[in-house]
């Protein structure tokens, strides 16, 4: 599981040098930039438009893997609430009987 990441590169590289396809411009094509979509569109739509458009690049990441599963600590942290959740009814038990033996 470690190296899916590097096994999923080199087979999509290795797809790639397979494509024949070479993309070409059409003689009658546009260049259109975001701003000339959103410039037609009025009150909310524009707003949203212009509120999302990118402005430059990021040095962010696209996303953050989550830490790997661990079934020590999830078996650990299972445990943990299930004792948590016995000692919490215990608790209630107690102060019924409490309240029980006070008012007889």
Known sequence: MDHVYDYMFHVLSDYAKL???????LERALEICSETLACPRVGVHKTFMMESMVKGPTDVSS???????????????LFE????????????????WENQTKNN
């Not at 609430?81 to 019924?96: G, I, S, T």
């Open 19 to 25: 494509l024949r396809y070479k993309p070409t411009i």
């Open 63 to 77: 996303c953050n893997m989550p830490p790997s599963y661990d079934h020590a600590l999830a078996f650990q942290a």
């Open 81 to 96: 609430r299930k004792a948590n959740a016995v000692c919490q009814v215990e608790l209630w038990e107690k102060k019924y």
